[in-house]
């Protein structure tokens, strides 16, 4: 049950854009179109279950052992920044389409930093390994289920009648406080 709550949390409760306003810059930019949101929460749920674990065993096979651990953020950052060339790599010869879609935002998922919290936050809290699996499928799920609602809705705010003063990123911004304000809700499902 621990495990279900610790997935729900990280989906739901405590949303990485909507409660910490954590990977605002991909939100914002990827969201126009429903297929990039998608691809985007894709490669997001790739690079941050990616991260956290190859982080984790790094920080507890490694820095533990040597009595490194002071070093954990920067090697946090030079693994993650590696992780994310190879997954580009990857993209950039076995999904050309998606990649050329995703534009400049794929390698600003290295300096994302929802994938470096949720490295840094599996090991402050402690998580073994199963637990830190959960909570990085539970967040960037979150992430792009909140990328893909706020995609679909700007996506109809275009075809639709919106003040000009409003238009663009300011209704944007009206629409992420609405969504937060909603997902608030879910604070005391767990």
Known sequence: ??????????????????????????????????SSAVGMGVAVIF?????????????????VPLDLTYMKLICFILLIAAFVQFVEMYMK??????????????????????????????ITQGYTLIETMVNSIGVPVGFMLVLVIFST??????????????KG??????CAAIMAIAFSAFAGLV
């Open 93 to 122: 010869k076995g999904m050309p389409a998606l990649y050329k879609s995703l534009g400049i935002y794929l390698p600003l998922i290295t300096t994302n930093c929802a994938v470096l919290y949720v490295a840094l936050d599996n």
């Open 153 to 166: 809705i700007r996506e109809r705010l275009v075809a639709n009648d919106v003040p000009s003063a409003f």
């Open 169 to 174: 990123n300011p209704i944007a911004f009206v």
């Open 1 to 34: 049950m621990n495990l279900f709550t610790l997935l729900i949390s990280g989906m739901l409760i405590n949303n990485i854009i909507l409660t910490k306003f954590i990977g605002m810059c991909p939100f914002m930019g990827v969201s126009n179109k429903q």
């Open 47 to 63: 690079v941050i279950f990616g991260a956290s674990v190859l982080s984790w065993l790094l920080y507890y096979y490694v820095l």
